[in-house]
């Protein structure tokens, strides 16, 4: 299966810049660069693929960057260099910047690299204007079909999409697959299993084994209170993210609360969304709030996996489905919230994008209060207000979403 990145990503093949892949770990960038291999060489576009986890090839460009000219084959044409896990070696900044400026029309890097390479200061101030960064999210709702091998429901999907009149007599099987995309999440490994048990396992190996990596590039030394900082954050999800609070419920410093939540949105696990504001002199300016990148990864933290329909916290499950799904179109720093000092609120506002917008989430529509959001709608009229709702789940779903 492809992803929806890979139309991107293959568009700057052609580009100067090197492409940089980021995301959390098994999130399948490395499965992403091979398939992006493939197409170079079905292009007749020489390439060669480095995995850095080769010790022989890491301690070559150890010695000197340069080295990396050996392994190219004899040509004219420029030659794609795949290098995955750039961030095994000593100064991946250096050996990116160097080989850039020196050599750029003749190789073109393609790299993927995780949280440890992102933490380094020098990756943003060597590399300004040498590399473009591309984020592989977890599974959006159509390749999580595709990878479950549900072809049919995705070309369902698809038509509804496409022709505002049709019907599907497929809803209720829709449903059902949104309601277990909700509950595990989209991490491929996960969605290719197909036993429920197996799921909450493979979700619990990332969780442990690979936050743990996470945890020892970052140099945490208080494993402990870091992951259960994880945990506060996926049990308030969508919540004001109050940093005295955290503090004081971990008894650890705010500096070292600041710097975890620096550490979990370099490793792509969360985001701070922050404040919308313009003219009301009572909204709030300062607090974020945060949000989990994906579903399965919160509710591991929170051990539950109870039908989403049965859940205390279903309203939180969909508002998270909500970000997810508008991070797969815009850039995280272009999605805001609008909270006054007295509980006036909207969930996501996008004033920036092409045509401004402001989304409520519910997860039951009959629940809507058009009166609440008054203050809003006569402050920003040029903000239209949307409401997105999990139920009723009908035809009309995937058209508003």
């Not at 160097?98 to 380094?120: M, N, Q």
């Not at 290719?192 to 969780?207: D, F, G, Q, S």
């Not at 499950?317 to 006036?344: A, G, M, P």
């Not at 009959?366 to 920003?380: D, G, V």
Request: charged share 25%; net charge neutral; glycine share 2%.
């Amino acid at each position: 299966m492809i992803r929806n990145l890979f139309a991107k990503l293959q568009q700057h093949i052609k580009k100067k810049e090197f492409s940089i892949i980021t995301g959390a770990r098994q999130m399948g960038k490395s499965t992403l660069m091979r398939q992006l291999d493939e197409y170079c060489q079905k292009m007749n576009t020489p390439t060669v693929f480095l995995n850095l986890e080769n010790r022989a090839v890491l301690n070559d460009l150890n010695q000197s960057p340069l080295n990396l000219l050996s392994y190219l084959p004899e040509t004219e044409n420029r030659i794609v260099v795949f290098v995955d896990e750039v961030q095994y070696l000593s100064d991946p900044s250096n050996f990116l910047k160097l080989l850039y400026d020196e050599y750029a029309h003749k190789i073109k890097i393609v790299a993927t690299g995780s949280s440890a390479f992102y933490l380094d200061k020098s990756f943003n101030d060597s590399l300004a204007g040498r590399k473009r960064i591309f984020w592989l999210l977890p599974c959006a709702f159509d390749e999580y079909l595709a990878l479950r091998k549900k072809e049919n429901l995705l070309k369902e999907v698809i038509e509804i999409r496409k022709n505002k009149h049709y019907k599907t007599l497929e809803i209720e099987l829709l449903r059902q697959e949104w309601e277990a995309f909700m509950l595990f999440g989209g991490y491929p490994a996960v969605i290719t299993e197909t036993v429920r048990e197996e799921k909450i396992a493979r979700l619990a190996e990332i969780r442990d084994s690979f936050l743990k990596r996470d945890i020892l590039e970052a140099g945490v030394q208080n494993e402990a209170a870091f992951y259960s900082l994880f945990r506060l954050l996926a049990s308030q999800s969508g919540n004001l993210l109050n940093t005295n609070e955290l503090s004081a419920t971990l008894r650890i410093k705010n500096e070292t609360v600041s710097h975890y939540l620096e550490i979990l949105q370099k490793c792509f696990h969360i985001t701070l969304v922050k404040p919308f504001f313009q003219n009301l002199r009572k909204e709030l300016t300062k607090m974020p709030k945060g949000y989990l990148h994906d579903n399965g990864m919160r509710n591991s933290l929170l051990n539950n996996f109870q039908p989403v329909s049965e859940r205390i916290d279903k309203g939180m499950i969909w508002e998270n489905t909500v970000f997810e799904h508008l991070c797969q179109k815009y850039n995280t720093d272009e999605i805001h919230f609008w909270r006054t000092s007295d509980d006036n609120e909207v969930d996501f506002v996008l004033p920036n994008i092409e045509t401004p917008q402001a989304i409520e989430c519910k997860y039951d529509a009959t629940r809507i209060s058009l009166s609440k959001y008054k203050k809003f709608i006569e402050n920003y009229p040029n903000i239209p207000l949307s409401f997105s709702s999990f139920l009723p789940f009908d035809n009309d779903f995937f058209r508003k979403l």
